[in-house]
Structures are given as structure tokens and as C-alpha cells.
């Protein structure tokens, strides 16, 4: 059998691939602590699993519009107004089967043979392949550990090439936990009108964050840049809603039309009752975001100060998202083996920085519990102290 070539050209998830063998060696019966997923470890709170319930009872079980059911369409575009500045109507909302695949799309919609996307290193894993699947050239531009892992002004422009087609922006990040402040953001979004550029701001983490960082949507600098910029976002990590899959897209109109037409020929209506779980999401108090960041902010501390404590391993403070990103340059040896010998011989599963771009760095989820937080640290110490 003769696969196309593009399958050949993509990465299969490293994030996954690890969650699943660590998984696998749990079935066995082994003490494995996982740091992998960025997954929230809270239950879905009770009214969004509520109001999904009721909509079964209401037999909302059928068939659905591909852009989504409207209801959500309009929460979400008055979430959008209200909390990110955006001025976008229902109309410029596409519903997705989680965040992820709202960037799918948009790169199938947008992005063609010979078009490059600038990308800053490290990143999401599934940034560059999507771009690859797509057809387009992935450029990497890689960022310093001074400059607090984000791209500069300056390196945007150099990056940009007749070719170029879109930016991608994450803030806060996956991998690093660092946030833009806003003056960083405006300056990145002259750049990005000054180039006449194409930016997707993906923005799934912004309600995580730390000491007081402020979180600004780069559309909402100006009306130029909100000409330019394509919000991708969902539900998964705000509300402990990771298996629900519900996401969104929201931008110019023609390209939610085009997006909308290529989902209504890969998955149709995302799944009809989680909607209303999702409408519930945004339509309730916000009190369950709140606990939930209160116990991340105390997780963030634990393992920081774990980290830290460390022989050889440095960790920049996250400012956003449920992510540390260490440091192991010193100790001599790959992120991937680094991985590998950890959880094979101390059942601690952590994600290869070579994953995201960076392979002196590995990534620690720190959304699980703080028992499960010390004892992995104390696992980490032990490994580290015998590469020492």
C-alpha cells in the first residue's frame, strides 16, 4: 500500500505518544506519575454537566448545523465582546471539535503549496504539522530564554517573506507558560500590520493566569490588527472540558464561510448536547475558574520550588497555562533520552522539549494533584542527582 505523501512528512504527537505508553504501564499495575497531558484533573463542574444532561432529556441528539448550533454561536461572539474587546457577530463564529481542530481548518482553508507560516519556537507539537498538511512551509523562528521564550518585534519582521501567508501566536503558551504583557503584544501587532500580515491568536489558556499578568487578544489593539487576526480558542482547558471537543474559530467572514464548508465535509455539527454543556460554560457565574486557578496557582508554586531546587536544571517562572518548562542543558543528554530513562525506570512521564522545538528543555504539566506533584518531583531529584 502506497500512503500519500504527506503522511510522510508529519510528526506523529509526541504528547500522546508518551500519555499513552504511560497509560499502558498504569493498566499493568505500575506507579506511574503522569506530567504529559495538559489536562485538567477537576471534574467537569456540575452545571456544564447539567445542562448537557438536560439537553439529552430534551432530545437534543440529532443532526446539528456545521457551524454549530446558534445559540453557542452568539455566546460565544458576546464572550468574545465583552471579555476580549473583539467585536465579532455570530455570523464570524465557527464550532469546532476542540481547539485543535479549529486550527485544522484554518490551515486547510487558508493555507496552500508554497505558502510559509512563521511559527516561534518552542511550540505547540501540532503547529508545524498542521501547517504540513496543509501544504505550507512551517518557519521556525526560535526565541531566547532572556527574552522570556517570545518572539520579538524584531525577529517577526526578519522572519516575514514574499511567501509568508500567516503568523501564529500563542500567549499564554504551550509549552512555556509565558504570557505577552500588553505593551509586548501591541508591539507585535504593528509588525503584523506593518507586514500585512495574517496572525491566528491562539488563545485556549487565557483565562490561566498568575501574579497579576494580563492577557490582551492582539485583534483588540486596533481596527487594523483586528482585520488581520483569526481568534482560535475553546473549552477544554478553562473548564476542564478536555473530552467534550468543543472549540471555536472566529474571524473575517469569508474565511469562516470557507471553514464551515470543509467541516460540513469531515465531521458535520460537533456533538450536538455537549453545545449546551459549552453554552453553560459561558453563560454561568465564573466561580469554577476561579477554584480551579487557585489550586494551579498553588500546584505552579510546588513545582517550581521542586525545580528549583534541583542540581542542574533551571525553570523560568510561568506566568499563564498549567506548564513548567525546565531547563536540562547542563546534565549532557537529549530531551528524548532524558524522557525516555525517566519513565521507563522512575514511572515519570514528561513531554521532550525536541517535541516543541527546544531540546534542551523538557515540558511538566503540573494539572494534577499536589501529592502526585511532590512525589514525582522526589522521582525527578532522585534521576537527576544520578546523571550528576
Given at each position: ?50 445542562a448537557a444532561e438536560a439537553a439529552l432529556e430534551q432530545g437534543k441528539t440529532r443532526y446539528g448545523a456545521a457551524a454549530g ?300 494533584d499536589v501529592d502526585s506533584i511532590r512525589r514525582g518531583m522526589d522521582r525527578l531529584t532522585t534521576y537527576v542527582k544520578s546523571?550528576?
Open positions: 500500500m502506497k500512503l500519500a505523501a504527506r503522511v510522510t512528512q508529519v510528526t506523529p504527537s509526541m504528547t500522546l505518544a508518551i500519555d499513552t505508553k504511560a497509560k499502558a504501564m498504569k493498566r499493568e499495575g505500575i506507579d506511574v506519575i503522569s506530567f504529559s497531558v495538559g489536562e485538567p484533573d477537576f471534574d467537569t463542574p456540575a452545571h456544564i454537566r447539567a448550533e446558534p445559540r453557542l454561536r452568539e455566546v460565544i461572539a458576546q464572550k468574545l465582546q465583552r471579555d476580549n474587546q473583539l467585536c465579532y457577530g455570530a455570523e464570524n463564529i465557527l464550532v469546532t471539535n476542540g481547539g485543535k481542530h479549529s486550527l485544522f481548518n484554518l490551515m486547510l482553508a487558508l493555507i496552500e503549496p508554497g505558502d510559509e507560516v512563521i511559527i516561534p519556537a518552542p511550540y505547540w507539537v501540532s503547529y508545524p504539522e498542521m501547517v504540513k498538511l496543509a501544504g505550507g512551509t512551517p518557519v521556525i523562528v526560535s526565541t531566547t530564554l532572556e527574552n522570556g521564550y517570545k518572539i520579538t518585534p524584531d525577529q517577526l519582521r526578519q522572519a516575514v517573506t514574499p511567501r509568508t501567508k500567516l503568523f501564529v501566536f500563542n500567549s499564554p503558551s504551550n509549552p512555556t507558560g509565558m504570557v505577552y504583557t500588553p505593551d509586548e503584544v501591541r508591539a507585535i501587532a504593528d509588525v503584523v500590520v506593518e507586514q500585512d500580515l495574517l496572525v491566528v491568536s491562539d488563545e485556549i489558556y487565557e483565562k490561566l493566569l498568575y501574579d497579576g499578568a494580563e492577557h490582551l487578544s492582539i485583534g483588540a489593539v486596533s481596527p487594523e490588527a483586528f482585520e488581520r487576526t483569526i481568534v482560535s480558542s475553546g473549552f477544554a482547558k478553562t473548564y476542564a472540558m478536555t473530552g467534550w471537543r468543543v472549540g471555536f474559530l472566529a474571524g473575517p467572514l469569508p474565511l469562516i464561510k470557507a471553514t464551515i464548508t470543509i467541516q460540513g465535509h469531515s465531521t458535520s455539527n460537533v456533538c450536538t448536547f455537549a453545545q449546551y454543556g459549552a453554552i453553560a460554560a459561558y453563560e454561568a457565574p465564573q466561580d469554577c475558574v476561579q477554584q480551579m486557578l487557585d489550586a494551579f496557582t498553588e500546584r505552579r508554586q510546588v513545582i517550581l520550588n521542586s525545580i528549583n531546587a534541583m542540581p542542574g536544571l533551571s525553570c523560568p517562572k510561568p506566568d499563564g497555562a498549567f506548564y513548567v518548562f525546565p531547563n536540562i542543558g547542563q546534565l549532557g543528554i537529549s530531551s528524548l533520552e532524558f524522557c525516555d530513562k525517566l519513565l521507563d525506570d522512575y514511572q515519570v512521564a514528561a513531554v521532550p522539549g525536541i517535541a516543541f522545538g527546544a531540546d534542551d528543555c523538557i515540558r511538566l504539566s503540573y494539572a494534577t546523571i550528576i
